[in-house]
């Protein structure tokens, strides 16, 4: 069985200081992961993935996650926030050995963002 | 970029109605589209997996009977809540994955939603 722990309900950041948000998972395969991102009332936009090569992958809207394999992490990370980064955003992962496997996603972290 | 369009995105009802929600890739074909459930607050259930031309496969403890899904065709998927009642009330999104090349390498598209409400 894959799984995904995001540990914190909500992160909350100064507007221009660095934001994590935390992820680590589960699956007995190869970990393919991905971050979402939800704005109220709106379905989920894809910020980037990683299925292999570089540890650290870079996305949309200056987002970065950083693979960790001993420690089954892929945090995501932008080196200085906005207050329109403020929304939902969701860890999720795949089995990359199982064809057609489903998508599991994390309980979710909401980001505020102050100005 | 990869676009889903999902429609409607809102839909008030009396209760015993049914509602039928759509679920389109627009720029590519989807063997596989997913149609999840979302209550407030909370993360994203999975409620089927629809592949077209043959039988969606449902998640345990939903109700095939209650939610149809139909996947006619590469570019459609579309799910319908029967009889629907207040507890029913919710945000249901779809997402499908494009089948070309290495599909299982490619992040699934979602669509904006469809926000439910049963009076």
């Known amino acids: 069985a894959q799984s995904v722990a995001q540990p914190e309900d909500q992160v909350n950041v100064a507007e221009g200081n660095p934001l994590t948000v935390k992820c680590t998972y589960s699956v007995s395969g190869n970990p393919y992961l991905f971050w979402y991102v939800q704005y109220p009332n709106r379905g989920l936009q894809f910020l980037l993935k990683y299925i292999t090569g570089d540890n650290l992958v870079k996305g949309s809207y200056g987002f970065e996650a950083e693979f960790n394999k001993s420690q089954t992490s892929f945090h995501l990370k932008k080196p200085s926030a906005l207050v329109s980064d403020s929304a939902l955003y969701f860890c999720?992962?795949?089995?990359?050995?199982?064809?057609?496997?489903?998508?599991?996603f994390g309980g979710g972290t909401r980001v505020l963002v102050k100005p | 970029g990869a676009v889903v369009s999902q429609h409607p995105s809102w839909v008030i009802c009396k209760s015993g109605t049914s509602v039928k929600i759509e679920c389109r890739s627009l720029?590519?074909?989807?063997?596989?589209m997913f149609w999840y459930r979302q209550f407030p607050k909370q993360s994203l259930m999975l409620m089927a997996t629809s592949n077209e031309g043959s039988k969606a496969t449902y998640e345990q403890g939903v109700e095939k009977d209650k939610f149809l899904i139909n996947h006619a065709s590469l570019t459609l998927s579309t799910l319908t809540v029967t009889s629907a009642h207040p507890e029913d009330s919710s945000f249901y999104i779809c997402s499908a994955r494009d089948g070309r090349g290495q599909g299982s390498n490619q992040p699934q598209h979602f669509g904006d939603g469809t926000r439910l409400s049963i009076l």
């Open positions: 999720a992962v795949r089995d990359g050995k199982a064809a057609g496997n489903k998508l599991t």
């Open positions: 720029d590519f074909q989807a063997t596989t």
